[in-house]
C-alpha cells in the first residue's frame, strides 16, 4: 500500500477521509500544534486517529515556528484584516501546510491528503503550499471531491462502526496561539450577532486590572516586567486577558473563492498586543514610516490571507518590517475592563514627543516664529499658484 500523509484534527471531515483513505493507502495522521492544544487533547486526538485505522499518528509542536515564521510579522505590521481580525486561522493554516508537506517528504510518502471543502479557503492555503513544495507528491480531499454532506460521512463513519456523538454542535471553535475562530448559525447570514455563551471565554473578572507589555525591536519580550519568549508572553497575556471576556468580534470579508463570509473570534492577547504595538509605533517611528507600512502591512496580511505565503514577495516586505522595528523598544500600559481594554501611555527613550524640541500646541524650543512664518509660505506656495492659475 503507497503511504499517504493525512492533515489530521480529529474532526469529523478528517475522520470520515482517514477511514476511508486506510482501505487503500497506508495513512499516516499528522497534526501540527499552532497553539491552543493542551497534552490532554493531543493524546486523546493520537487515541482516535488509531481508531480510524491509521499505521502512525504523528503531533508537531509548532507553536514557536508559527511566531517566529509569521505572528512576529503580523505585529510588526499590525495587520487587521479589514481592520477587524487579527488572521487567527488563516496564519495557521500555512504553517500547517508547510510542517505536514515536509513531514510528507520526510516519510517518503507519495500522496497528501486534508478535509477541506470546495467552499472554503483552506482548501487554497494547503493545495497552493503542498502543490508549491512538493509537486510530486498527488493531492486528496475526499469531502470535496465526493461533494458529501456531514450527515454522509457520519452515516459511513457509523456503518464502520465508528460512532463517537458527531452530530455536530450548536458551535464550531477553532483555537490557536493567535486566536480563536467562532463559527454558528448566527454567522451564515448578515443580521444576527454570536451569543455570549457561543464564545470560549467568559466574563470571570469586574472592575480594572494594568498590565504592561515590553517590546524591544517590536518583539514581545516581557508582560508585567518578567521576561521570555515572546509566545509565551502572548499566551499569558491571553489567559489574564480572557477572564475580562476581551477580543470578542465578528470579522466580514472577502473570501479567496470571491464569496462573503463571517466569522466571530475571540483573540484578546492579538488584539492587545497589535493595539499596544502600534501604539508604540506612533510615538518612536517618523509619520514616513508609519504611512508606508500601513500600506505594506495591508499587503502583507491580504497576500497571507489568500495562501501566497511563499511567493518571494513576502520575504521582501518581512524584511521592511524587520527594518522599522530598530526603535520600537519600551513599555506600554494597557488597562484591562470587562469585555474591553485601554491604552494608557508609553515609556521609551526613543519616544519621539521628546519636550527638548517642543511641546505640541504650548511650546516652541526649535524655530523663531520668523521661521514658521516662511515655512507656512513655502508650504502652501502651490496650492497659491494653483488657485490664482485656475479661479
Known sequence: MKKLVIAYSGGLDTSFCAVSLSKVYDVHAVSVNTGGFTKEEINHIESNAYKMGVSTYKNIDAVSTFYNKV???????NVLKNNTYPLSVSAERIIQAIEIVEYAKSIGAEYIAHGSTGAGNDQVRFDMIFQTLAPGINIITPIRDQKLTRQEEIDYLKSEGIDMSWEKSKYSVNKGLWGTSVGGVETLNSEKPLPSEAYPSQLKKDGEEKVTLTFKNGEFIALNGEENLPEINIEKLNNIASEFA????????????????RV????????????????LEKHTLTKWQLQHKEYLSSFYGMHLHEGQYLDPVMRDTEAFLQSSQKMVSGNVVVSLKPYHFSLDGIISEHDLMSSKFSTYGEENKAWSADDAKGFIKILGNQNKIYQQINS
Not at 264 to 269: K, N, P, R, T, V
Request: aromatic share 8%; proline share 0%.
Open 264 to 279: 466571530g473570534f475571540e483573540a484578546a492577547a492579538a488584539l492587545i498586543t497589535v493595539k499596544a504595538h502600534h501604539l
Open 246 to 261: 476581551i477580543g470578542r468580534d465578528i470579522h466580514v470579508g472577502d473570501t479567496i473563492v470571491g464569496t462573503k463570509g
Open 71 to 77: 505572528v512576529k510579522y503580523l505585529i510588526f505590521g
